[in-house]
């Protein structure tokens, strides 16, 4: 469930009801450009393509949010400069099936990795470019491939590795499922 807040206002507006909503819905609530922490759009576009576009951005059933972030004006930057840690355990959540593996030492691994001078940046600038579609290039290959995907990744979900398994002639996948105690 998507809670939008209206004029002058801000995500905070719905902490009662996003609580309320928390056992029944996965709830989604963001600042608009142009309020709260999302502050300014840094061209100072505020037609309402461009917050179409801004939310559009949000669909539950576009990529993970750590991609979707990174083509947002405002928020692409902002996550060059703010500290990785939350979203880097949640990336890592949504990777790992099993909980119990993500450490705290893993994720301030994963945290320390995206500190290094300039990766941030070139995590977005690499995530934010429109590349051209080659999904059509995958049934092209002709060598013996072996696709090992988690099940339970929620990052890239498993029907990435069975389009591929299906598009690749004589392709073996092999899905691995952990099971949590």
Excluded at 146 to 160: E, N, S, T, Y
Aim: glycine fraction near 6%.
């Amino acid at each position: 469930m998507v809670l939008l807040h209206g004029t002058g206002a801000s995500l905070h507006t719905w902490d009662a009801w996003a609580e309320a909503l928390r056992g029944h819905f996965r709830v989604i609530r963001m600042d608009l450009p142009g309020f709260g922490l999302t502050g300014p759009d840094r061209d100072d576009d505020y037609r309402i393509d461009t917050y179409v576009a801004f939310l559009e951005a949000f669909r539950i059933d576009r990529p993970a949010l750590v991609f979707r972030m990174a083509h947002i004006r405002g928020i692409s930057w902002l996550m060059t400069k703010l500290d990785p840690g939350p979203i880097t355990e949640k990336t890592l959540r949504d990777c790992y099936g099993d909980p119990r593996k993500i450490t705290p030492a893993l994720v301030e691994r994963y945290r320390k990795l995206a500190l290094r001078e300039g990766n941030r940046r070139a995590f977005v600038a690499r995530v934010s470019q429109r590349a051209e579609d080659r999904s059509a290039d995958i049934a092209r290959v002709r060598s013996p491939a072996l696709i090992l995907w988690g099940a339970q990744d929620r990052l890239i979900p498993v029907a990435h590795a069975q389009r591929f398994a299906r598009a690749i002639p004589g392709a073996s996948l092999i899905s691995l499922l952990v099971r949590c105690r």
